[in-house]
């Protein structure tokens, strides 16, 4: 299947310091594809894959689970290993879960990480019948373009695959017992007003990872998407200066080509 336009994967040969960005569920690499373009300006190297099933049709994403998600950037993350110093991980919803699965599994691999609105759970009654209805009904209504800013749009889908929305809630689970595991530096960004996914799973993240060097932001102009929305350019801006803090070469002159 032909790729959504907008939704293909992005890379950019920089410095020796680089940075894997991870998409949420059902989206694909265009809503984050302005803070890749952003870090790629800067001089950083940057990875910005299209997770398996995403970016081309819905029914597609039914064949595929949560491990094929995170095989993909686990080993976008082993790439970027081979050729930078050091490496941060950004993600957006359940990209944020990828990114912190990343971080546990990884350990000092990963020297930072940037969420925004990062998903935790699958709420709703709908998600204890996950695993019943699923084998009944294919999908349901889609959750891309959760955004305030006028005349902002999200590639994504406009179903949710429900086979796929049963591996999404595995996941979490898998993911949530793996925070104590995180002990990176971590920047939580996220919107009091979301539709998508509930400030409470920013809070159970932040009460449960292990990170000591830990900063909590909150986008006010912004619904779930906020890459796309009104703080996007607050979110390119704090995380390039979270890296320029943790990694000191970011930012000063010559340091981009590994100096």
């Known amino acids: 299947m032909p790729v959504l336009p907008g939704a293909e994967p992005f890379r950019h040969e920089g410095g020796e310091v680089g940075v894997l960005l991870c998409h949420g569920f059902t989206g694909s690499p265009q809503s ?6 952003h870090l790629a300006e800067r001089g950083l190297t940057v990875s910005l894959p299209l997770l398996p099933g995403h970016g081309t049709r819905w029914q597609d994403m039914q064949l595929t689970g949560w491990q094929d998600w995170y095989a993909q950037v686990d080993r976008a993350l082993r790439e970027l290993r081979e050729r930078c110093t050091q490496v941060f991980v950004f993600g957006l919803s359940m990209g944020g879960a990828l990114a912190l699965r990343l971080a546990a599994k990884h350990g000092d691999a ?4 940037v969420l925004v609105n990062p998903g935790n759970k699958v709420h709703g009654a709908a998600a204890h019948a996950l695993p019943v209805v699923r084998h009944l009904v294919p999908s349901t209504k889609g959750i891309a373009s959760d955004i305030a800013k006028e005349g902002s749009e999200e590639v994504g889908y406009d179903r949710v695959p429900l086979h796929a929305a049963h591996s999404l809630r595995n996941f979490f689970r898998i993911v949530d017992g793996e925070l104590p595991q995180v002990t990176q530096p971590l920047v939580v960004l996220h919107s009091p007003q979301d ?4 400030p409470a799973d920013s809070a159970r993240i932040l009460s449960r990872v292990s990170s000591t060097d830990v900063e909590e932001i909150l986008l006010e ?4 998407v906020a890459t796309l929305d009104h703080d996007a350019e607050r979110i390119f801006e704090e995380s390039y200066s979270f890296i320029g803090r943790l990694a000191p070469s ?7 080509t590994g100096g």
Request: no cysteine; aromatic share 8%.
């Open 32 to 37: 984050m594809r302005p803070w890749a373009d």
């Open 110 to 113: 990963v020297s930072g990480l």
């Open 195 to 198: 539709h998508v996914v509930p």
């Open 221 to 224: 102009q912004s619904y779930h």
């Open 250 to 256: 970011v930012g000063k002159k010559g340091s981009t």
